[in-house]
């Protein structure tokens, strides 16, 4: 089974996708209302799940000293081609391999080359290795962006919810980010439960602050930034997060 994304993995993969390079932990944070730790430690889990697999610097080679970039389409026979990706990358010049679930035409190579004589190299070693070239076009421009549907909604940035999973019957599991005016923030448990915050059908079952996770006990003190899970029998409603994000949020 895949790693199951909660809503602040893929606001993070949003903001990295937009600019690796300009964003910091701390501005995620700011954005999904988590603590850096938080985002620091979803991080870590994307990259041990194999989700992030770097972090790449795009570049207009054509500005280099007017170097061409090329598309070349290849096939490759089925049983080899992910042994004859991986020996692509040790050409001089290729800077990127993808693999196509197609018949023919099941490996793109982009390469950069000097100049037309130095595309033409690349293409002789290709072939060499066992390719069979299809076609090549010169890449004019490229243009990227994040995956728009793990962004921010049209509504705004703040998240009272990161994760919901209904179980057997009725009941649920809830994830919320306490934010600094939930009405449960700086609240004990046992505090929140006589303020009628917390139903008497929820159980807060764990609270994760930074990169530790807590058990929960009457004198835990919620704090803004915490990411708590919760659980009912009866299931998750909306009156029944309003005590932790003042908003009701399914």
């Not at 992030?52 to 054509?62: C, M, S």
């Not at 970039?69 to 290849?74: A, E, I, Y």
């Not at 996770?213 to 659980?231: A, E, H, K, Q, S």
């Amino acid at each position: 089974m895949g790693y199951r994304l909660d809503e602040i993995d893929r606001r993070i993969i949003y903001y990295l996708m937009r600019n690796a390079r300009d964003t910091s932990a701390p501005q995620i944070a700011s954005e999904v209302n988590v603590s850096s730790g938080t985002i620091r430690n979803r991080i870590q889990q994307l990259e041990d799940h194999g989700i992030l697999t770097g972090f790449h610097a795009n570049v207009d080679f054509e500005r280099v000293d007017g170097r061409l970039t090329n598309l070349f389409t290849c096939t490759a026979p089925v049983p080899n081609r992910e042994t004859l990706a991986q020996r692509i990358l040790e050409i001089p010049g290729v800077v990127n391999v993808r693999e196509l679930m197609t018949g023919r035409g099941n490996i793109q190579v982009k390469a950069v080359g000097k100049d037309t004589s130095d595309l033409s190299r690349i293409a002789r070693e290709l072939s060499n290795r066992g390719l069979e070239i299809e076609g090549e076009d010169l890449i004019q421009n490229e243009r990227f962006q994040p995956y728009h549907p793990f962004g921010p909604d049209k509504e705004g940035s703040h998240i009272s919810m990161t994760d919901f999973v209904s179980l057997s019957g009725e009941a649920d599991v809830a994830e919320l980010a306490i934010s600094e005016d939930s009405p449960i923030a700086d609240k004990t448990l046992k505090e929140a439960g006589a303020e009628g915050l917390i139903g008497d059908d929820i159980l807060v079952i764990a609270i994760e602050r930074d990169d530790s996770m807590l058990t929960p006990r009457g004198d835990t003190r919620i704090r803004p930034d915490d990411v708590v899970t919760v659980f009912s029998r009866e299931g998750v409603s909306d009156d029944a997060l309003e005590g932790f994000s003042g908003t009701a949020t399914v």
